[in-house]
């Protein structure tokens, strides 16, 4: 069972990890002793993420249980600022985060990311699933791209999300699922809209993907209720542009365990959330 909830969370994003004591040392080589003693590193989105040298934002729900931990409360999609001094951040960090709140939020946050960090600071983005490979692995018919939907098929795993084990509905609402959660029929989210395989098909033969997406994402809303909901897409070219428009000059598409930063390598705290279906991007503030 205790392996069934560890699954599952991560599967939401939220990664169960030990601080290692030697871990800190790192921090206090690399940085200066006032940005470590006053955890001057901000991972948006934390989860069950915990480490000393760290602050951890996030928004706190029941949804998330017990696993959320030394948190402060932000709501990406409030409007109000990130609760970070300007020019202070050394690092911010966010691991799947941005596909669960509406692009209006995610413009806000990347502005506030680049206001917040000091010069020469690294914004690291990582989000998933890659809009751009999720789609060619779900046009192509490609079943075992999508293997984390066996999580969801053992009774007991999937009820409190879905009518019926994930792996019974066709590949084509399976990805609508991990697009725009609550149009897909066998998602419990309550919707006015719930399309089928051939619809999905029909839609992106009219309209391509960027289009496709767009429309699907269009119909989506933020549920406090359901923050794990996916309500936005993301590839590469389009966390660039926003990060370029908030201000960012030096916007690079990175890679697993391939940050400019040294800490940020470590991929027992980062980066270890799906790898496989992620998409990395990094901005630096020089100016």
């Given at each position: 069972m205790k392996q069934v909830v560890l699954g599952a969370l991560r599967?939401?994003?939220?990664?169960?990890?030990?601080?290692?004591?030697?871990?800190?040392a790192d921090y206090r080589r690399l940085y200066p002793k006032s940005a470590v003693d006053e955890r001057r590193f901000y991972n948006v989105g934390a989860g069950s993420f915990s480490h000393p040298c760290w602050t951890n934002i996030d928004f706190?729900?029941?949804?998330?249980?017990?696993?959320?931990?030394n948190v402060v409360h932000h709501?990406?999609?409030?409007?109000?600022?990130?609760p970070i001094s300007d020019a202070?951040?050394?690092?911010?960090?966010?691991?799947?985060?941005?596909?669960?709140?509406?692009?209006?939020?995610?413009?806000?946050?990347?502005?506030?990311?680049?206001?917040?960090?000091?010069l020469g600071g690294v914004f690291r983005v990582t989000t998933g699933p890659d809009a751009e490979s999720d789609f060619a692995a779900m046009m192509r018919g490609d079943e075992e791209w999508f293997h984390w939907d066996r999580r969801y098929d053992a009774p007991g795993s999937y009820e409190g999300m879905l009518h019926a084990p994930a792996t019974s509905r066709p590949l084509e609402?399976?990805?609508?699922?991990?697009?725009?959660?609550?149009?897909a029929p066998n998602d419990k989210t309550p919707s006015d809209h719930k399309f089928t395989a051939i619809e999905i098909r029909r839609i992106v033969a009219e309209r391509g993907r960027v289009g496709a997406l767009d429309y699907f994402?269009?119909?989506?809303?933020?549920?406090?209720?359901?923050?794990g909901n996916h309500?936005?897409?993301?590839?590469?070219?389009?966390?660039?542009?926003?990060?370029?428009?908030?201000?960012?000059?030096?916007v690079y598409r990175s890679g697993y365990s391939q940050s400019v930063c040294p800490v940020l390598r470590n991929t027992l705290y980062?980066?270890?959330?799906?790898?496989?279906?992620?998409?990395?991007v990094e901005a630096i503030k020089d100016f």
């Open positions: 599967a939401r994003g939220l990664n169960i990890v030990r601080v290692r004591s030697d871990d800190v706190i729900s029941d949804w998330y249980g017990s696993v959320q931990k709501d990406l999609m409030s409007g109000e600022p990130l202070s951040a050394e690092v911010i960090y966010t691991s799947h985060t941005i596909e669960h709140v509406k692009d209006d939020a995610v413009a806000r946050l990347f502005r506030e990311a680049h206001l917040a960090l000091k609402e399976r990805w609508l699922r991990h697009v725009a959660s609550m149009l994402t269009s119909l989506t809303a933020f549920d406090p209720q359901r923050p309500v936005s897409w993301w590839d590469a070219t389009k966390i660039t542009t926003f990060l370029e428009v908030a201000g960012f000059k030096t980062f980066d270890n959330t799906h790898p496989q279906m992620s998409v990395y």
